[in-house]
């Protein structure tokens, strides 16, 4: 079976040499070790500042929106997994899509200025499958309206833009340490935020707002990450450039057989790549359909990557629709790419998509 992603598990040795040290000191949870050894590991290796490891992406979302204190309405993509919606809706906010680039798949910052009204508190945009967003047009509009920028960078583990880190821009960023990411804690996340002040907030935020033994300084929830998620990242954080090195081939390969039997995702010529997805546009969605049945049949499983568009959700109480994103979500499918993935098993992807397409 050729999933669209495996998880990439480190070497087993590696791995039990810190649950070792976790069994030697007992610490398990609550900011031990592990999670401050991978916090300053990770702000060398990505080049940002004030990184807040948490237990999920999702948490990671809602600590931002509480962070920055949103209220009422955030506009959206509504391109993008389900969490970048479902996680403002949970917390009671609305939101507000806003159509995406119809190459980049990202919001479209030309877009964006339609959907401001004085109930506007913030833009909550998401780095496609990893490429830049117009963070430049996106952080004018957001100067020029008092609003806060959040950026779900979920899949952007190691991308820069224009020489720096892309998970510095924003007021704050989240990023994902899900199992099926490029760079995983088996489940995890974490925030980068921009403001000092802010991160010695969040520090309390994601410990119910404890801030000593038999003191509560402000309100809190619990979204620490444990040792043993700790751990495991910081087994795979070594490993990395070899697996972004080996995606990136199986990434090229894809290109070059490809080119003439779908449509890339354009790339932010400003920003770099980390291979994290490989998604191919058809032309129609039946023969996405067609195509995705023949892969099935042979045991090959790729994703579709996002469907349905978030406008389409039930829960969404907004009647506009959402063009552009409606028309990729039915035509966009994600092939399988991992760091082992066999030459062999990708010429048979590749030979499928070619006979179909």
């Known amino acids: 079976m050729i999933n669209v992603t495996k998880t990439y598990l480190p070497d087993k040795e590696k791995y039990l040499n810190y649950i070792d040290e976790i069994y030697k000191n007992g610490w398990l949870t609550n900011n031990g070790p592990m999670v401050i050894s991978l916090q300053r590991k990770l702000e060398e290796f990505l080049g940002v500042k004030n990184l807040l490891l948490v237990t999920n992406a999702t948490l990671a979302l809602q600590v931002a929106y509480k962070l920055l204190q949103l209220k009422n309405e955030v506009i959206t993509t509504p391109f993008s997994f389900v969490a970048t919606s479902s996680s403002l809706v949970w917390e009671g906010l609305t ?82 340490f899900h199992a099926t990411k490029l760079f995983h804690t088996i489940e995890g996340g974490a925030l980068i935020i921009n403001d000092d002040t802010l991160y010695e907030e969040a520090k309390l935020m994601i410990n119910f707002g404890i801030d000593g033994p038999d003191s509560v300084k ?119 790419i991992y760091q082992d993935l066999d030459f062999d098993d990708q010429t048979s992807i590749i030979d499928i998509i070619k006979k179909g397409a």
């Open 218 to 336: 402000s309100l809190g929830i619990n979204a620490k990450m444990n040792e043993f998620q700790a751990a495991m990242g910081l087994a795979v954080l070594d490993d990395i450039p070899a697996i972004i090195h080996n995606r990136e081939k199986i990434s090229k390969r894809y290109r070059e057989e490809l080119l003439d039997h779908g449509v890339f995702q354009e790339q932010n010529p400003d920003g770099t790549e980390n291979y994290s997805y490989f998604p191919l546009l058809f032309d129609s969605e039946q023969k996405l359909l067609d195509i995705q049945k023949k892969l099935n049949s042979n045991q090959i499983f790729p994703r579709r990557y996002f469907y349905p568009s978030l406008d389409e959700l039930p829960y969404n109480e907004s009647n506009d629709i959402m063009p552009i994103s409606r028309d990729i979500a039915r035509r966009i499918l994600c092939l399988p």
């Open 95 to 176: 939101p507000i899509y806003s159509d995406i680039n119809a190459k980049s798949f990202n919001l479209d910052p030309k877009l964006i200025k339609k959907h401001i009204s004085n109930r506007t508190s913030a833009i909550l945009a998401t780095h496609v499958f990893g490429n830049a967003c117009e963070v430049d047009g996106i952080a004018s509009i957001a100067k020029e309206n008092d609003l806060k920028v959040i950026y779900d960078a979920a899949h952007a583990f190691g991308v820069d833009y224009k020489g720096k880190s892309l998970l510095s821009y924003g007021d704050i960023s989240i990023i994902s």
